[in-house]
């Protein structure tokens, strides 16, 4: 099979043709509908519509990318308001096949607003390379990535007696936790992940002592903002809910508590609930006659939390999300107990390096990316690096993101459920920029810094900085689209001028931000292809729970899946990702040992 | 070429997908017009559709298991009332390709309603297989199927000095003549053709003399009734229209009269009329804007003369049908020069098995199901039978019902507008039950037996006993959809009982049916390959005859066809049978005595 695109016109968004050669699948108009129920709501109609296409093309042995042509049919059609456009193009992922969007007065059920019919190129079966013999190494598991999930796996393998090797792409370990000293030399900031608490996160507070970290307590002395999309700028103390005005103010509260309720109602381990996983977050929002004023915070929470907008994820998934972190409240919370409580001093990266540095001498290979997963002659599997090397285990975990999943292939293929979830799976926009001052300027105006935002460039700012080391530093969270176009522009100076002027206008200081200014630093996670193109955690479009949220956890054959967004607590967290390592490894070790008896 | 269907849910009427391997035939939008002009009937422009993408299918080398994808755009769409998916399931017979229904505001032409597009997988040529030689047998002419016109045909075959083998697929003679001993040992009935005449049905009296057998005049003394679909049950007396009011009875009366006109009006032999054949035989009733109850009444005649319901046949084929047996009153009577007229007292499978007595010994072959009509290295064809047997001849007539063609590999294969023809003729859904009773309770109540029903299960109930024998019958007609629910309860018990239930009322005696009944005999002929899955004759939807009518009798090469649907006249009877098998005899020895010349 092969496919080659045809473009007459290069500035048009879609390419005018593709040329196909091989056998095609040939799929009948899906409508968006989950478990036999139609949703009133066109955006998760529309993802739903491509969820069922996508089931189809999964099954066949496809994905997105073998779209050859698309036709999407949609009832009362307004040009002017078009909504199929971003959950579309989110699924091709730069993938162009030859589309037509077609208006109808009607679907073949009055319920469906749209349908979506497709012709795909199946690959051909891909057959396995000759397996390198004798293989490099021969092991009783394998672990892929040196972040905290594989670290944490490879630790818990190696007390089990076993031998195991990890592999890791990058030249450093931590994954998405990752610690820069800052050129003024006053301290780290951690481009990644930066909070754990000392309750509730058993994994990462036992993590912090072993490394004899210094805590930091989220500064949560003195009043936020709030920055309307219109209206004035709303100043309110740490904790209470802005007050706009009272009737606003009871509706943020009961939107916080209708959600706080629905999430606590869910299962952490298998969430279960098609009503609420055929709705994006914002149709679910909308399904209970939220206020507009309550939908502006509410989407605030999907931005700062996942980078996605509450349009694009799905209602059972983020409420799930917040149930892993205990529930939405204690997810959102800088306080005790809450998920952004604690900061390391050192930077988060010492906790992999100080798991790096307790395993035996040369169990971890740097700059090993994998490349392929081959069934072995003896039980167990041969996994491929970039480099050639070839190493034999009886079992695999897999601590890369979902997302990256993609990259890697699998003889014989993942099962269609495992391969829906991993095509599905996808990180929000979400880059965090350290701003360094000569001075906590906030601080003596007395704000605790932290800000939140309807309009953007940055939805939240939080205080990240280290008094004691005169380091004075406001994070800004770019997230979602506003976080997105902020991005578009590449030029730093641009980009930091942006955030300050953001500031000035949210503190009504215009020059104070840019005369204390000294630097930034960020990190563009959706550049890079072994973070899975994305950070903190990848989330699901509505229904994937539903169809394949069994798949999450399930290992395939002798290959383990850990991650922090296969963890049932704390998922997108370094808690959950190192539960998840723990799970993995115990999963290996007692498949290890039964096959011994 | 090969497809593959991917289902990822059982439940769904269609597949979710459909993998195409090789060469694809793409079909342009099909509208539902018949010689350039369009019905404005909705279902006869699906049938058109249906046929002219059809057409297109055939001509390819296809059929319509071949469809790999189907979009049909319709007009006006009412989901209430979906007037496609019967004609579409009919047509796809159980296939499933990828279909969409798009509902449009409008289409191409202002008239047309419904357009079809489709994708089609174009079979690869099937390679002949290799000729065993020698060869079992060779002869002149081979008769496939040793029913009446295949008896038929070869009696006059050998009569004419050519050797003749027979090759029968059942261990019995007769085909759709098939007569039971009842187990009460009161004679026999007739599970399939019962009824014949003595006047118009010379070549089945002049059988009826040579076999010896007795004639039972059909009884016609006494009242008939007429079920409504609501209101009263009507008492009236055979030979008149039923009064349900005076200008019901009128409107009955014209609608007989115009049919009985309109048929009359067409050739035997070649009937034309495009404009009749575009409509179904509903949409020609409607187009002369008959009353509801000459619609109920004659929506009747069609699925009691072919199972069929009036909305998918056309009214051009059903009224040359009628045409072929004298017109729709004498095909309708049961009294002299009636199609009903007489019985046959030992059972009408006599008149084959007579005919077989006849024939030198091993003339016939039975258990011999044809395979394969190959082309021969000398002129002639080459037969296989599924056991494996190969005959030699210089001519084959083919008896068997058109239908069972499509189980038959022709090399090469058959003309489009042939295959097009095997592919539409359908049975419609028809079953006769005797109910044996203890005595003729209806007679004794001044009932001839005669019994119409717009209600159902069963259409018509007639006396076909034989009182000097003790036998006391009355034989149920299920016929079109009321037959076809009635046939999906599966307790013969059940089944009786719906059917004594429909007596007691009609006859307004809640008891004496069923104290009256014995036993009741039945035969699923649409359950059974070798008659083509039905009984009594194949009828053809809108169009056919027009693009394809030509091809009913034109052999194919060497090979030629007969059987009742091919006769000029008494389609669907007896004589019309062996009519078709005396005019393919003909065929046979001018055409080889032609070459010998």
């Not at 040196?146 to 944490?152: P, R």
């Not at 800088?334 to 409580?341: C, P």
């Not at 932290?450 to 990240?464: C, E, H, N």
């Not at 979602?480 to 930091?496: I, L, N, T, V």
Request: net charge neutral; glycine share 8%.
């Amino acid at each position: 099979m092969s496919t080659k695109a045809i473009v007459t016109d290069p500035a048009a968004y879609h390419a005018a043709g593709v040329i196909s050669n091989g056998p095609l699948l040939h799929i009948s108009g899906q409508p968006g509908t989950l478990a036999g129920k139609t949703p009133s709501d066109g955006v998760s109609q529309i993802h739903l519509a491509l969820l069922n296409l996508h089931r189809v093309i999964a099954a066949a042995g496809a994905s997105p990318r073998d779209i050859v042509s698309l036709t999407l049919y949609v009832v009362n059609y307004d040009a002017a308001n078009r909504l199929h456009p971003k959950p579309l193009q989110t699924f091709l992922a730069g993938h162009l096949p030859a589309v037509t969007v077609v208006p109808v007065p009607a679907l073949a059920v009055p319920e469906w607003k749209y349908e979506i019919a497709a012709t795909v190129a199946v690959p051909s079966p891909t057959v396995p390379r000759s397996l390198p013999s004798p293989t490099d190494a021969d092991v009783d598991v394998l672990v892929i990535g040196a972040g905290l999930s594989g670290l944490a796996a490879a630790e818990s393998v190696l007390q089990s007696g076993l031998s195991c090797l990890v592999l890791e792409g990058r030249d450093r370990v931590g994954g998405k936790t990752w610690t820069e000293t800052l050129p003024s030399g006053t301290g780290v900031v951690d481009l990644g992940a930066a909070w754990i608490n000392d309750t509730n996160q058993t994994e990462m507070i036992a993590l912090a002592r072993r490394a004899g970290v210094e805590l930091i307590e989220q500064n949560t002395t003195g009043n936020c903002l709030l920055e309307q999309d219109k209206g004035p700028t709303v100043l309110f103390p740490y904790g209470q809910t802005p007050c706009i005005t009272p009737q606003i103010q009871s509706e943020l509260d009961n939107v916080r508590e209708m959600c706080e309720a629905d999430c606590q109602a869910l299962s952490c381990e298998s969430p279960t609930d098609p009503a609420l996983d055929s709705l994006s977050f914002y149709a679910y929002l909308q399904s209970r006659n939220v206020s507009p004023a309550a939908l502006a915070t509410a989407s605030v929470w999907t931005r700062a939390m996942l980078g996605q907008e509450p349009t694009d994820i799905s209602a059972l998934y983020f409420l799930n999300y917040c149930r892993s972190g205990g529930g939405l409240i204690q997810m959102r919370s800088d306080r005790r107990h809450g998920a952004q409580y604690l900061r390391v001093r050192e930077g988060t990266q010492s906790f992999a390096q100080t798991m790096a540095g307790d395993l035996p001498t040369n169990t971890i290979l740097f700059g090993e990316r994998v490349d392929a997963i081959l069934p072995s002659p003896r039980p167990g599997v041969v996994v491929l690096s970039r480099t050639g090397r070839a190493i034999r285990a009886k079992k695999v975990i897999c601590s890369t993101p979902t997302p990256v999943l993609k990259t890697i292939q699998f003889h014989p293929p993942l099962p269609a459920k495992k391969q829906l979830l991993v095509d599905s799976f996808r990180y929000g926009y979400y880059t965090k920029v350290m701003l360094v001052f000569r001075s906590a300027w906030w601080v003596e105006r007395g704000y605790c810094g932290l800000v939140q935002s309807f309009k953007g460039p940055a939805s939240i700012y939080r205080d990240t900085g280290s008094p004691r080391d005169g380091k004075f530093v406001l994070t800004a969270f770019l997230a979602g689209e506003s976080g997105r176009q902020w991005a578009r522009e590449k030029d730093p100076r641009k980009r930091e001028q942006a955030l300050l002027r953001q500031l000035g206008r949210i503190y009504d200081e215009p020059e104070v931000p840019a005369t204390e200014f000294v630097e930034a630093l960020g990190h563009e996670w959706s550049e890079e292809e072994l973070s899975g193109w994305g950070c903190p955690c990848p989330a699901l479009p509505p229904g994937v729970l539903t169809l394949a949220g069994e798949a999450l956890r399930e290992p395939v054959g002798n290959v383990h899946f850990v991650g922090t967004e296969t963890a049932a607590e704390w998922k997108g967290y370094m808690e959950g990702a190192v539960r998840s390592g723990r799970r993995g490894a115990r999963e290996v070790v007692q498949g290890l040992n039964r096959s011994r008896l």
